[in-house]
């Protein structure tokens, strides 16, 4: 604190020019009053007063928010190194290589997305980084490129919007697992094309192994006013594409099996192969284990699978999982299920909605 002292005939007068000198924030240290001097009898008496500027008070605030905030990102940045803990050593290399991808190495993880994955994706995106900026934009700039390589391995395509102009209905089986929610995401999207785009809907349902699927399949349609038909044999399926051949759209429902069960799954696939204009839509529930859902995808590739279709995603936190399906199959997503209720639980995603429902709450933290 700089002091300075000024001298006036009067203390009014010695504060008014502290004011104008130092301003009105400045302090008065003392004051004294100085004796005239006996040798010089027409000297006035004088007064002497000390002044100091004060120092910049201290935002206590904000450097309270400054310290929390610091504390904050440290807690948040000790939180990342545990969820990377737990996993392969190929992780703790990715994390010392580039440290500046824990946080965002460690949402990934937890979304659920595979180590080998996440690990590609954070490589190839600190490839592509300016490696010269602080770590506040290398972080910025991780982000940004880790970004554009999850979009860039993300596929999507709305696959039920066709109409039937060249005179042909087209006709669409859903094949998978059992318990995925084929039948129910079939109703969803019968009504979706029925009400919302105005499409000629009809329903037909191969599954003879399961006690009442198809009255489960018709109560859906009764409630819509659509058409629906059993057929368990090639001929059945047949005769029931020729009933419907002014729809727009004709949904198979297909009976589930395990993966496993290779001679129920090609059962299946003879039955839709006899009429080679039916596409096929695999239907796979996140809730599932990874390598369940790799090997369920893998066993009913056999039907050259034109999209993939996630159900069950309002179940569980962990969807990462799809984007290493969508990795290794290299199969666009159509439909999205997310809860129970028909038609309102599905939704037909675009990259980025698609990437939400991927990273999960790792969204905010990575967009």
């Known amino acids: 604190m700089n002091r300075k002292v000024y001298k006036a005939e ?31 009898p027409y000297a006035k008496e004088m007064f002497e007063v000390e002044a100091a500027v004060p120092p910049p008070k201290k935002d206590d605030k904000k450097d309270r928010g400054h310290l929390m905030e610091a504390i904050q990102d440290d807690i948040a940045q000790i939180k990342d190194m545990i969820s990377i803990a737990g996993f392969g050593s190929g992780m703790h290399n990715m994390v010392c290589n580039h440290f500046e991808s824990v946080g965002v190495l460690a949402s990934l993880l937890r979304a659920g ?11 190839k995106a600190s490839v592509s980084m300016d490696n010269t900026a602080d770590q506040q934009e290398k972080i910025k700039s991780l982000k940004k490129y880790v970004m554009k390589e999850c979009l860039s391995r993300v596929a999507v395509r709305d696959y039920f919007c066709r109409d039937n102009t060249s005179g042909v209905p087209h006709v669409a089986a859903f094949i998978g697992p059992t318990g995925v929610g084929k039948t129910t995401t079939i109703a969803k999207l019968a009504a979706m094309l029925t009400f919302q785009r105005k499409m ?16 489960q399949l018709k109560a859906y349609a009764s409630i819509m006013g659509l058409l629906c038909v059993p ?9 029931a594409l020729d009933r419907m051949k002014s729809m727009d759209m004709v949904l198979i429902d297909t009976a589930g099996h395990s993966h496993f069960d290779k001679q129920r799954i090609d059962e299946i696939l003879k039955l839709i192969q006899a009429d080679f204009r039916i596409s096929a839509h695999l ?12 090997e369920a995808a893998s066993a009913f590739s056999v039907f050259g699978p034109d999209t993939v279709i996630f159900t069950k995603v309002d179940e569980t936190r962990r969807c990462g999982k799809i984007l290493d399906q969508i990795n290794d199959f290299k199969l666009p997503v159509s439909l ?25 709450k790792g969204s905010k933290e990575i967009i």
């Open 200 to 215: 000629r809907v009809a329903l037909i349902s191969i599954d003879n192994y399961r006690v009442g699927a198809f009255e």
């Open 113 to 123: 997305v595979s180590e080998t994955l996440a690990g590609a994706i954070i490589q």
């Open 336 to 360: 999205i299920a997310n809860g129970q209720r028909v038609p309102e639980d599905l939704m037909v995603p675009d990259k980025q909605e698609l990437l939400k429902i991927i990273l999960g």
């Open 10 to 40: 009067n203390i009014q007068q010695a504060i008014a020019t502290i004011k104008e000198e130092l301003g009105s924030d400045a302090m008065i240290l003392s004051t004294r009053k100085i004796k005239r001097k006996l040798s010089d």
């Open 283 to 294: 239907v796979l529930s996140v809730t599932s284990e990874s390598i369940i859902m790799q």
């Open 231 to 239: 057929a368990f044999s090639a001929q059945d399926l047949l005769c």
